[in-house]
Each structure stands twice: as structure tokens, then as C-alpha cells.
């Protein structure tokens, strides 16, 4: 079991931005694919991003195409999610995960978009 760590989420108005963290352990980071998902309340786990650790190639699911980033910087074993114009669909506890449908994957951070 790999230990991923998810940080940064929070309330924020429609419109507004947020950066997600992920920490993960130097042994699971190296030049490999690793996926941001998320569960809005009531619905299954929906895949939001993935990134190639060594590449650094990220591709996007079409709902947040053009608003979200996906990146990482490989000397801290860290990957991010820069969210832009947030909506209120995008309402969810936020995983990052080893897998593209999130079944290893850490405790999650909530963000909330709201007025």
C-alpha cells in the first residue's frame, strides 16, 4: 500500500482557484502514472487528471479540461492540481491515487465551491 497525502482543499467562491498537494513516498514516484480523482457528494469516483512522473505529460477528463493544471516537481516527490475557475460542480473530495479509478489512493481533501 503506498501512503498518499492530499492537502490544499478548501471553500472558495465560483470563480475562484485552489493548488492541491499531493505528497507521495520516493519509492512509488519514479517514472510512472499517477491520477488525480474525485467523489462529489452522492456520486462514484470520477477521474479529473493524470501525469507521467518522468515525463511530466498530464491529460485531462473534458469537464475540467482548460481550467485545471496537472503538475509535479520530482525533486520533492510532489504532485500538484492548480484548479482555475471553479465551479460549483466541482464540488468533491479530491484523491490523488495510483490508479486511474482511484482504488489505491489517499484520505482525500474537500474542497467546496460555493457562494
Known amino acids: 500500500q503506498v501512503q498518499l497525502v492530499e492537502s490544499g482543499g478548501a471553500l472558495v467562491q465560483p470563480g475562484g482557484s485552489l493548488r492541491l498537494t499531493c505528497a507521495v513516498p520516493?519509492?512509488?514516484?519514479?517514472?510512472?502514472?499517477m491520477y488525480w480523482v474525485r467523489q462529489a457528494p452522492g456520486k462514484g469516483l470520477e477521474w479529473v487528471s493524470g501525469?507521467?512522473?518522468?515525463?511530466?505529460?498530464?491529460n485531462y477528463a473534458e469537464s475540467v479540461k482548460g481550467r485545471f493544471t496537472v503538475s509535479r516537481d520530482s525533486a520533492k516527490n510532489t504532485l500538484y492540481l492548480q484548479m482555475n475557475s471553479l465551479r460549483s460542480e466541482d464540488t468533491a473530495i479530491y484523491y490523488c491515487?495510483?490508479?486511474?479509478?482511484?482504488?489505491?489512493r489517499g484520505r482525500g481533501t474537500q474542497v467546496t465551491v460555493s457562494s
Open positions: 520516493r519509492f512509488a514516484f519514479s517514472n510512472r502514472w
Open positions: 491515487a495510483t490508479d486511474s479509478r482511484g482504488r489505491e
Open positions: 501525469i507521467h512522473t518522468g515525463a511530466g505529460v498530464g
